[in-house]
């Protein structure tokens, strides 16, 4: 599209989290007139570090908001995943995209106030939960509770897992339960017992368990991560420090350690969704991004990095098509492909027989824990 076509756009993103802030910034620099709806009244996400890949990292040096990340993230090399009782299974170098080759190691809660924080003043509106869309064909109509109406030529639903865009529009399946609980944490460095020395993600694998240190040197903390079976669907669901200490059992010694040190009232606990993929992201005014198009589990640490090319594909997609209805259907035609493999290789998890698949000729080495 034109650039004097552009700056005509008035944009609505419905959501402040990763792709939601990723799209306000990607879209503000084509000139558009972008607002970002958020049903909180404050910004506050919990949980624990992720993985920025080096094509994220490269999305950001293109918006030029490089440094507020590498501010509040750490370079990592490689990852490694271990048997449970540490035993080699396989490591390999972060996939770099061009000279970028680090992946940057970042605490949510860092991450997402450094996206907003590179939006303009006002651009973000706190306190308006969506209640219903309109689509209108050529702009759509949103209605927030207390009955504020917005229209926007584009809406931008970046809403989330249980995105009400997604539902009112495009697909009424509601979240799979993938039949485990994540339990994280933030702890220091000085109590993981020696076991984090440099920037690099190691992950335990066990059977049914997957234990995750992702360092954050800069915070000098680590993200401890527990995913473990559990057949309870509860969205938070009450666990205590016993139910955490059998998941971990036969692991190093080390690391049930870290968990009985853990304070409960800092642990997030919560079951482990996504989405089956959907057939459609778009009308002709409204696109779906992030999670609220494709929610994925997190075995692969690909949700936000997701988001995030979603951002840019989307911004590369409106610059070079000649309208809106044809930028969106260019934008899914290159980001769904993409991603329908990652829903899929994330629902694999991290079996011994499934990392000889996503890492073909490298096995579990033989004194691996076994594997469910």
């Known amino acids: ?164 865009v997604r539902k009112e529009l495009f697909s009424d399946k509601e979240p799979v339960f993938s039949g485990e609980h994540a339990y994280r944490a933030v702890i220091s460095v000085d109590d993981t017992h020696g076991m984090v020395t440099d920037d690099n993600l190691r992950m335990y694998v066990g059977k049914g368990t997957k234990i995750y240190l992702l360092p954050l040197r800069h915070r000098d903390q680590v993200s401890f991560d527990i995913t473990a079976l559990c057949a309870d669907s509860t969205w938070n669901p009450p666990n205590t420090k016993d139910d955490m200490l059998a998941t971990v059992e036969g692991f190093d010694a080390r690391l049930v350690a870290i968990t009985r040190d853990l304070d409960m009232d800092v642990v997030n606990i919560r079951a482990v969704y996504d989405i089956d993929p959907i057939d459609t992201w778009h009308s002709d005014s409204v696109v779906l991004v992030g999670d609220a198009a494709h929610s994925m589990l997190h075995h692969q640490g690909q949700g936000a990095n997701s988001a995030i090319e979603d951002a840019g594909a989307l911004a590369d997609a409106l610059r070079a098509a000649d309208t809106v209805p044809q930028a969106l259907a260019r934008y899914q035609a290159t980001r769904k492909p993409v991603t329908d493999k990652l829903q899929a290789v994330s629902r694999q998890g991290w079996s011994a027989e499934e990392i000889e698949s996503v890492f073909p000729g490298q096995k579990a080495a033989a004194t691996a824990a076994p594997q469910e």
């Open 1 to 164: 599209m034109q650039s004097s076509d552009l700056k005509k756009l008035k944009i609505a993103v419905v959501g402040a989290g990763y792709g939601g802030a990723a799209a306000a910034k990607a879209l503000s620099l084509l000139g558009a007139d972008v607002a970002v709806y958020e049903q909180a009244a404050r910004i506050r996400e919990v949980g624990a570090g992720i993985g920025l890949r080096p094509s994220t990292v490269n999305r950001f040096r293109e918006w030029g908001i490089f440094d507020e990340i590498a501010k509040v993230s750490s370079p990592s090399e490689y990852f490694e995943i271990l048997t449970a009782t540490g035993e080699p299974i396989m490591k390999e170098a972060w996939p770099a995209d061009g000279e970028q080759a680090h992946t940057h190691l970042i605490h949510r809660g860092d991450f997402i106030e450094a996206l907003l924080g590179v939006l303009p003043e006002g651009m973000v509106r706190l306190g308006h939960r969506l209640e219903s869309i309109q689509d209108l064909g050529d702009r759509s109509v949103l209605t927030f509770a207390g009955g504020e109406k917005v229209e926007a030529d584009l809406v931008v639903g970046a809403d989330g897992i249980k995105s009400v």
